[in-house]
């Protein structure tokens, strides 16, 4: 072998490495989603609990990404990559053998979270650091390949090893792979001097839980309600709602006031020339704020559809694990190969115009999912727009990564990595908790109306509407009628009952849906600043025309 030959080998080697920790963080979620009612039964606990621990995984990521990036820079890029990817194999252990789900929180929520802020942000930065030019962007591509592909062997993988094995496989597995990571790590290269900075505690605590109360009220409105107070807690015998409003939305206005504040933090250490968690002045940057929100909408569209779609297949359509796997996998392989296909298209249109072809693409994709959605599931319908989804996300893909990371100097890749990290985790949290709020909250809503209008006996109305006067709690549609006779209703009326609980989660469902067609049509808004441009300059001191706002 040339020394050619072992020069391209180590460089292509790098991509190797980085994108194997790529794979293992994007597939973690997929395999949890695609399995929720399998650990559900495994380990006593509810759709509701799952959609708290999935929540939290993403949630714990992006509040303390951006600690993560910088201390990438303090500890050395490499360095944090490689401790992160230990403190993920833990997490993943403890995952593997949880015997209940508050192991399972401890496990992946908080330890595979706190590794992930670590990983992520480097992942990002070492690519940059270690690739020029058109490397560079073939390199992001690669990269946004490999998580596209996490995603469609993820459901497929989950769903066989959950339906024929054990769903604690794969996070055994996960520790493997990661502990190859590590063993290889030396042979990624970082340049980048490390920095010698004071992380401001004050600033890690005010944006961590200001992104914690934020999303914590949108979980906690399906049962506390957005505004008014539904079935709010109550503390030694005083009910928590403060002036008449629900809790969710008093954690909701604490959480962005202690945003604003995070934000003025920053600003003030900047003036005394301390250093800031994040420089403020970098989402001035239009193209960098521009790129960062898509991607934020972007995955807040995906967590949705990742939560959403397993519900409805194994909860009402009652199938298993790798079935569900493989009614996702149109999405999957249309999101790798649209990848690739954005990565191409890039020499021939702007990022801008590949973008918003990808968000209509969304928006239609959820309009056909919307008319899919019945009892006997249109399967063809269904699959078109599963694969329309996945297109649409593949662009978006292709693009995202490289306008962020090319709209900043070499020094500020690692911050953009990590505020790259945050948005996609927040938006994937946000996804979680705000789909799955309207989720359940619309199916308690649908299902208390279905048992009025239904010809139920009055006392078997009273008795449904006391039992569920605190919400109402996703199950299979076909154990209803069982769980409805071992409550004392006859045969018949435990019979209407599962009917009227069958079309409550449709109509939830369908709900949902258009919520996603709301956020889809939204983003559209957001990526006017996108370049408009075939290639994306990087700033040398100067922004170009496109990066800079209007005047």
Known sequence: MNRLEGVTMKRWGVIAVLGSAQFVMVLDGTVMNVSISTVVSDLDTTVAAMQGAITFYTLTM???????????????????????????????????VSPNVQFLFLGWSVVEGLGAVLVIPTIAALVADNYRGRERITAFAIIGAVSGAAVAAGPLIGGFVTTYFDWRYVFAAEVLIMIGVVLCARIVTDPTPRQSVRIDVLSVAL????????????????????????????????????????????????????LALFFSRQRLLERLGRSPLIHVGMFSITSLRSGLTVLGAQYTVTA?????????????LGLDALETGIRIFPLSIALVLFSIVGTRLSRLLSPRTIVRIGQLT????????????????????????MFLAGAALGLLASQLGNVNMSSVTEKETSEVGGLQGVFQ????????ALIGSIL???????????????DLPETTQATVASATQHGVTIVPAADVAAIAEKAGLDDADADTLATVYRDSQLSSLRIAFFGLI????????????????NAVRRRHGQETADQRGPG
């Open 62 to 96: 992006a509040a303390f990404m951006l600690l993560g990036a910088r201390l990438g820079d303090v500890w050395g890029r490499r360095r944090a990559f490689v401790i992160g990817s230990c403190i993920y194999a833990v997490g993943s252990l403890i995952t593997a």
């Open 207 to 258: 944006s961590s839980v200001g992104l914690v109360a934020v999303v914590f009220g949108m979980l906690q409105s399906k049962t506390w309600g957005w505004v008014l107070p539904l079935n709010p807690p109550t503390i030694g015998g005083v009910v928590v709602a403060p002036l008449g409003i629900s809790p969710a939305a008093w954690f909701i206005v604490l959480g962005v006031v202690l």
């Open 304 to 316: 949705g559809l990742f939560f959403m779609v397993p519900v409805y297949l194994q909860m009402t």
């Open 362 to 385: 969304l928006v239609v994709s959820a309009l056909i999912l919307l008319g899919s959605a019945t009892s006997d599931l249109r399967s063809g319908f269904f699959a078109t727009g």
């Open 425 to 432: 985790n927040l938006g994937s949290s946000l996804g979680t």
């Open 440 to 454: 359940i909250g619309a199916l308690s809503t649908s299902f208390a109306s279905g048992v009025a209008a239904s």
């Open 518 to 533: 709301l956020i889809s049509l939204l983003s559209l808004f957001f990526s006017k600043g996108i370049p408009h441009a």
